[in-house]
């Protein structure tokens, strides 16, 4: 156990449909992460947000839409996915400003679209 | 821009056998490094860092990693595995003094055969 929780875990949405991705946090951080792990690939960033300010778009399509409402909460909206876009979905957060570094990981949520 | 290689994707090992695992990274500063293990269904785990000091890191689970700074490597090793140690390992690196983001390695699946 991290600290840090996702929900749900697994997740299986069709092209057309519309969901959304939870991570919560419980150590206090103040910067929270969006990353994608496909098979046979690095994990790719997608977002990055430090004080609740969105500071990294890491040329993520827009059907990918984050959202953090406070400094513990991160949201990804999913809409009109493609088949492509199956894979691990991993949140993670840290303490910047401090000399510690490391992020902390969730479980993932693991999403399959159809 | 950083990048990380790790040059073996899959080590299969005996139980009780020593191991190491070839991380290399490439940038033009000064960067802090890191191993993380991912479990099967499971996010990543913080398994060692390295900031600055001493070289030689020591982590969880009886890992130590190894800082050398001229041939630009952070290798991981264990002097005996335990079949629990089964599991894929990414090493990773973050610029000095530079935005929050973790470049990531392709990963390195170990597997400890009985």
């Known amino acids: 156990e991290t600290g840090v929780t996702q929900t749900p875990r697994h997740l299986v949405m069709g092209m057309t449909n519309k969901k959304s991705l939870k991570c919560e946090q419980h150590?206090?951080?103040?910067?929270m992460y969006w990353y994608k792990q496909s098979a046979k690939k690095p994990l790719e960033l997608m977002f990055v947000?430090?004080?609740?300010?969105?500071?990294e778009n890491n040329s993520v399509p827009s059907r990918f839409s984050p959202e953090c409402p406070n400094s513990s909460h991160l949201f990804l909206h999913l809409h009109t996915l493609q088949p492509e876009d199956s894979a691990l979905y991993l949140c993670a957060s840290s303490q910047e400003g401090t000399r510690t570094y490391e992020q902390y990981f969730g479980p993932g949520t693991r999403l399959t679209v159809t | 821009a950083q990048s990380v290689t790790q040059l073996d994707s899959q080590v299969p090992v005996f139980e009780e056998a020593p191991v190491e695992l070839r991380c290399n990274y490439s940038?033009?500063?000064?960067?802090?490094l890191f191993w993380y293990v991912q479990y099967p269904n499971q996010g990543l785990q913080l398994l060692l860092k390295?900031?600055?000091?001493?070289?030689l890191v020591k982590g969880i689970n009886g890992f130590e990693a190894e800082f050398n700074k001229s041939q630009t490597s952070f290798h991981l090793r264990k002097p005996s595995v335990h079949i629990s140690d089964t599991a894929e390992y990414f090493c990773a690196v973050r610029t000095q003094g530079g935005s929050e983001k973790l470049v990531f390695g392709k990963g390195t699946k170990l597997t400890v055969n009985p």
């Open positions: 390295y900031l600055s000091g001493s070289t």
């Open positions: 940038s033009s500063v000064s960067v802090y």
């Open positions: 150590l206090g951080h103040n910067a």
């Open positions: 947000y430090n004080f609740k300010e969105q500071t």
